[in-house]
């Protein structure tokens, strides 16, 4: 029994038993990993993280040594195989990424989304200049300190270009993964930690800030009733209207003299006192009730008051054909007499307008009566079934544009060695322009929501996993010959750049409290931070802000960790 478990576990020179052992540590180190991640201390937890500690911890003590089995030292896991799978597993993680935030990337920035991009990319160049200034004071190499910045600001990928871009300069980048070991778990603190000082800094009254947020989350765009008083629009149809307003806002229903509730269309006449049910973007929202009147309260109940005839449906698209067409080229609203009220994409809720492209996955919320929506749903698929059904040519076919992209080196004046993108950020680049522009080219790029977690979690694993086991081996060391010291560096580069922006958001741009948390847990790419956020509030506020900043944020994070190490050589 004993001869039959060694040769099992451990190799005799065979290259298949070589690359089942590789395999097998790899699994149990995930499976262990993920389970330790479920656990909470005071709400916070390390997740997926804990796959990497394990790895380090399985690496230090050694696989023959836990075996307890006396057989001579062995290698026991292939190194091709590991790199292999480390990157690959990098990669896919990344790429998910790119399909998921690519989008709404371009819109994040346009719409409402300029200022808390600008205090998150601060985040990123406090955290690069920190980082340079304590390598400078304490004498510690830059490419070292790079590694800390990585587990301090908790962002996995940048780890992983900083890794690459050694790798191309022909050194070893194994001792950044100690680094970022070191500095994660205070990173995760830290960013939870910080808005509670913050509290006291800027005297919040956290309970205020809850009801302001409810109060204010009550007033929906999608829910605005306006009456007009304004006889400038008297006659005029909604088109002429939406024309001369010129502001991404839609009218979805009218009430008109009669007091009958009925879809608005682009064609449908206005006169004075009729009351318009808008949708709108909240920066807009005052100067369309000037515009037209005076706004008025009724709920939706009320408005669905029409005698059975009028109705609301959220109809997903998921014909091919519809890929890419703009509302404006569908006609729907003039051909079907219905209202779209408004688009849902990855969670993100779009006015519509006729510029706008549909692409599939997309849920389109239609006001009309029972048998137009019916044709509108036939037009557009609504046939949930179709989008289980994986579309695996633009991932593979956009993961080898991503590399070929990694690969090309770019220039900087005063810089030694060309930057590269790399494998952690060609794919993502090019995962953010596919599903951004890939729909207009007929190209399906949707990927459910599922799935997308699926890839991310399995590639996340699989390149955590792989860095802890070639690591853990010099871990002790390196905490031993003065490693415990990144732990505080860590801590001091996580802390000080969320700390002033954090404050400069509060008094000089006057952001709400919980709008600054989810930037901050965003321009960390953090989930633990966002779902911290979450916990302590009802308010969307955290999540949306997260999601607004994230993309930029994870770009320019994989981008600094590779110009710093750049700078190092």
């Given at each position: 029994?004993?001869?039959?478990?060694?040769?099992?576990?451990?190799?005799?020179?065979?290259?298949?038993?070589?690359?089942?052992?590789?395999?097998?540590?790899?699994?149990?180190?995930?499976?262990?990993?993920?389970?330790?991640?479920?656990?909470?201390?005071?709400?916070?937890?390390?997740?997926?993280?804990?796959?990497?500690?394990?790895?380090?911890?399985?690496?230090?003590?050694?696989?023959?040594?836990?075996?307890?089995?006396?057989?001579?030292?062995?290698?026991?896991?292939?190194?091709?195989?590991?790199?292999?799978?480390?990157?690959?597993?990098?990669?896919?993680?990344?790429?998910?990424?790119?399909?998921?935030?690519?989008?709404?990337?371009?819109?994040?920035?346009?719409?409402?989304?300029?200022?808390?991009?600008?205090?998150?990319?601060?985040?990123?160049?406090?955290?690069?200049?920190?980082?340079?200034?304590?390598?400078?004071?304490?004498?510690?190499?830059?490419?070292?300190?790079?590694?800390?910045?990585?587990?301090?600001?908790?962002?996995?990928?940048?780890?992983?270009?900083?890794?690459?871009?050694?790798?191309?300069?022909?050194?070893?980048?194994?001792?950044?993964?100690?680094?970022?070991?070191?500095?994660?778990?205070?990173?995760?603190?830290?960013?939870?930690?910080?808005?509670?000082?913050?509290?006291?800094?800027?005297?919040?009254?956290?309970?205020?800030?809850?009801?302001?947020?409810?109060?204010?989350?009550?007033?929906?765009?999608?829910?605005?009733?306006?009456?007009?008083?304004?006889?400038?629009?008297?006659?005029?149809?909604?088109?002429?209207?939406?024309?001369?307003?010129?502001?991404?806002?839609?009218?979805?229903?009218?009430?008109?003299?009669?007091?009958?509730?009925?879809?608005?269309?682009?064609?449908?006449?206005?006169?004075?006192?009729?009351?318009?049910?808008?949708?709108?973007?909240?920066?807009?929202?005052?100067?369309?009730?000037?515009?037209?009147?005076?706004?008025?309260?009724?709920?939706?109940?009320?408005?669905?008051?029409?005698?059975?005839?009028?109705?609301?449906?959220?109809?997903?698209?998921?014909?091919?054909?519809?890929?890419?067409?703009?509302?404006?080229?569908?006609?729907?609203?003039?051909?079907?007499?219905?209202?779209?009220?408004?688009?849902?994409?990855?969670?993100?809720?779009?006015?519509?307008?006729?510029?706008?492209?549909?692409?599939?996955?997309?849920?389109?919320?239609?006001?009309?009566?029972?048998?137009?929506?019916?044709?509108?749903?036939?037009?557009?698929?609504?046939?949930?079934?179709?989008?289980?059904?994986?579309?695996?040519?633009?991932?593979?076919l956009g993961i080898f544009l991503g590399v070929v992209l990694g690969l090309v080196p770019i220039k900087f004046p005063g810089i030694p060695q060309p930057v590269k993108l790399g494998l952690a950020g060609g794919p993502l680049i090019v995962a953010i322009l596919i599903a951004r522009f890939g729909p207009m080219y007929k190209v399906v790029t949707f990927v459910t929501s599922g799935a997308n977690m699926m890839l991310r979690e399995i590639g996340i694993a699989m390149f955590l996993a792989a860095v802890g086991l070639t690591c853990g081996d010099k871990f002790v060391q390196t905490v031993i010959d003065g490693g415990y010291m990144w732990i505080l560096y860590g801590f001091i580069i996580t802390l000080?750049?969320?700390?002033?922006?954090?404050?400069?958001?509060?008094?000089?741009?006057?952001?709400?409290?919980?709008?600054?948390?989810?930037?901050?847990?965003?321009?960390?790419?953090?989930?633990?931070?966002?779902?911290?956020?979450?916990?302590?509030?009802?308010?969307?506020?955290?999540?949306?802000?997260?999601?607004?900043?994230?993309?930029?944020?994870?770009?320019?994070?994989?981008?600094?960790?590779?110009?710093?190490?750049?700078?190092?050589?």
């Amino acid at each position: 029994m004993k001869q039959w478990i060694e040769g099992i576990l451990l190799n005799y020179g065979d290259k298949a038993s070589l690359m089942g052992q590789t395999i097998l540590l790899l699994s149990i180190t995930i499976a262990i990993g993920i389970y330790l991640g479920r656990f909470k201390i005071k709400g916070i937890s390390l997740g997926i993280t804990w796959v990497l500690f394990t790895g380090i911890i399985i690496s230090h003590f050694g696989y023959q040594a836990i075996l307890s089995m006396g057989v001579e030292d062995r290698p026991f896991v292939d190194p091709v195989l590991f790199g292999f799978i480390k990157e690959f597993g990098l990669i896919l993680f990344v790429y998910a990424i790119g399909l998921q935030v690519g989008p709404n990337f371009f819109s994040s920035l346009r719409h409402g989304g300029l200022n808390l991009n600008l205090m998150a990319v601060a985040v990123i160049l406090l955290a690069c200049i920190t980082t340079a200034v304590l390598s400078v004071v304490t004498d510690t190499p830059l490419a070292t300190m790079t590694g800390i910045m990585t587990g301090a600001v908790t962002n996995t990928p940048s780890l992983g270009a900083a890794q690459q871009t050694l790798a191309d300069a022909g050194q070893d980048g194994s001792f950044l993964s100690s680094a970022y070991a070191m500095a994660y778990p205070l990173g995760v603190i830290g960013i939870i930690f910080v808005p509670m000082i913050m509290r006291y800094i800027c005297k919040i009254d956290v309970k205020q800030e809850e009801l302001a947020a409810r109060n204010k989350a009550k007033i929906k765009p999608d829910g605005i009733a306006i009456r007009v008083t304004n006889d400038k629009w008297d006659k005029l149809t909604v088109g002429e209207f939406l024309k001369l307003f010129d502001k991404p806002a839609t009218v979805t229903r009218i009430k008109n003299d009669k007091g009958l509730i009925l879809p608005a269309t682009k064609d449908t006449v206005i006169n004075t006192g009729n009351t318009l049910r808008v949708v709108v973007l909240n920066e807009y929202k005052d100067e369309i009730i000037k515009v037209l009147g005076e706004q008025v309260d009724l709920d939706d109940k009320q408005w669905n008051i029409d005698h059975g005839k009028l109705e609301a449906h959220r109809i997903v698209v998921t014909n091919k054909e519809i890929q890419g067409k703009t509302l404006g080229s569908l006609h729907l609203e003039s051909l079907y007499n219905i209202t779209i009220a408004r688009v849902i994409r990855a969670g993100v809720e779009l006015v519509p307008n006729d510029h706008l492209q549909l692409q599939l996955g997309d849920r389109v919320k239609v006001v009309g009566s029972e048998e137009h929506i019916n044709k509108v749903a036939n037009k557009l698929g609504n046939s949930l079934k179709k989008l289980d059904v994986p579309n695996l040519i633009p991932i593979f076919l956009g993961i080898f544009l991503g590399v070929v992209l990694g690969l090309v080196p770019i220039k900087f004046p005063g810089i030694p060695q060309p930057v590269k993108l790399g494998l952690a950020g060609g794919p993502l680049i090019v995962a953010i322009l596919i599903a951004r522009f890939g729909p207009m080219y007929k190209v399906v790029t949707f990927v459910t929501s599922g799935a997308n977690m699926m890839l991310r979690e399995i590639g996340i694993a699989m390149f955590l996993a792989a860095v802890g086991l070639t690591c853990g081996d010099k871990f002790v060391q390196t905490v031993i010959d003065g490693g415990y010291m990144w732990i505080l560096y860590g801590f001091i580069i996580t802390l000080v750049p969320i700390l002033i922006v954090s404050v400069l958001s509060r008094v000089v741009f006057k952001f709400p409290y919980y709008t600054i948390v989810g930037m901050i847990a965003g321009s960390h790419t953090d989930p633990p931070a966002l779902a911290f956020a979450n916990a302590a509030t009802e308010t969307d506020q955290p999540a949306t802000a997260y999601a607004t900043v994230y993309p930029l944020s994870m770009f320019l994070r994989i981008f600094a960790a590779q110009l710093l190490v750049l700078i190092s050589l």
